[in-house]
């Protein structure tokens, strides 16, 4: 009994590890212009809520410095969005977008929503801890948009060692039953 306990108590901890998200962390928002290397303006916001938001005035500090029209970051566990007024477009330049950086998660990809015309998953990437897309030349002055990219997550090597660890223990936690039946049986 004791084993089965072990088990499902460590596949729970090893589930819940494994779904844990954003949410507890902090995650850099970039704006990168002109090109992918530069970031025009920053902002570190720490992800305390489900979904956590961060308004931006037109031309106000750090990542917000780069909008030319009032816009809303809204980051939830599993995902970043970005809406912004009608009323502008992205300058062309060889990259013009945001980018979400969290070195608490590994990302192993990444789907994209949007209502933004020309904007594709081609404009869209991803590393083990970032996110972005380039918006260079779209236009939105008649209408406002939005962007969101949902990252699918990769557990971390210690919740794989737990999920085995749950395994093995409801595994033995089996053999251990079948042989107290078998010796029943006798």
Known sequence: MKSLLIGAAALALASSAANAGIVGTTVTLNYLFPDFGTVFGSTDVTVATNPTMLACSRGGPGVCSAFAENA??????????????????????????????????????????????GLTSADVGFSPNAVWYNAQGLDFTNASYFVTLTITTVPELSTWAMLALGFAGLGFAGYRTSRRSASVAS
């Open 72 to 117: 809303l970051f809204t980051i939830t566990d599993n995902s970043f969005t970005v809406s912004e007024d009608a009323g502008s477009s992205y300058t062309a330049a060889a990259f013009n977008g945001i980018e979400y950086v969290d070195s608490g998660v590994h990302i192993s990809g990444v789907t994209l929503t949007t209502n933004l015309p």
